[in-house]
């Protein structure tokens, strides 16, 4: 086990500018607003999205169900939760009888008054769909619904592919920022 630094960047998105477009949903997913019920749901999507990106090792609880379990009741029970910030995608196609729960985010409102991204995953599978977008739309949308002004979320470094989706969407890169995380090296 070794503490390590890893270096993230805050990317904020300016809430009263011109949003950028809502890519169709394709065939077979359904976008699911929040309610109680879906807690473990989303923790699972969540897990699935996760657990073997970098950020199981920046956040050991997202490489673990009952970690991101946690997390998803401890986000959702916050006073400063956003459910209208948060969103499930399910895919199920006509010809598949269970559903499958492929992409999760989550908002809160932080003590400045600004909507703060929680984790946006998709599962492996299912990306480069546009999925990653119609989270994100919906995230800010409810985000403006609040009367918001401005949301941040935090992107690890290495997260390239991010980082680019981020930018295209129109968030800035404002300050770098690094989280101490403690990971077994085999
Ligand atoms: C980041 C993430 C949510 C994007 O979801 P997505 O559904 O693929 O997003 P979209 O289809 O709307 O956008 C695709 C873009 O993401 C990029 N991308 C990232 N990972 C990708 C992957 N594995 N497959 C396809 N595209 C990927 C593509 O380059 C594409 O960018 P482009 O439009 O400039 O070509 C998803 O890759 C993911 O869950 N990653 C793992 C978890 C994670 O790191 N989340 C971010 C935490 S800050």
Not at 32 to 51: E, I, T
Not at 97 to 124: L, S
């Amino acid at each position: 086990m070794a503490l390590t630094y890893f270096k993230r960047y805050r990317m904020e998105f300016d809430l009263t500018a011109e949003l950028f477009p809502c890519p169709p949903l394709p065939a077979g997913y359904h976008l699911l607003p929040w309610h109680d019920g879906l807690v473990d749901r989303h923790a699972q999507a969540k897990y699935a999205s996760f657990c073997t990106e970098i950020d199981a090792n920046v956040f050991p609880c997202l490489g673990d169900l009952e970690g991101c379990r946690r997390l998803m009741n401890d986000i959702s029970r916050r006073r400063t939760f956003v459910p209208e910030s948060t969103w499930l995608v399910r895919y199920q196609p006509p010809e598949q009888k269970r559903p499958e729960d492929c992409g999760t985010i989550q908002g809160i409102v932080n003590d400045r008054g600004y909507g703060a991204i929680q984790n946006v995953g998709v599962t492996p599978i299912h990306r480069g769909r546009g999925l990653g977008t119609t989270l994100l739309h919906h995230a800010l949308t409810g985000f403006r619904r609040r009367g918001l002004e401005k949301c941040f979320l935090e992107v690890t470094a290495e997260n390239i592919d991010a980082i680019r989706l981020y930018e295209r969407l129109g968030f800035h890169r404002v300050r770098t920022v690094y989280k101490a995380s403690q990971v077994i090296y085999s």
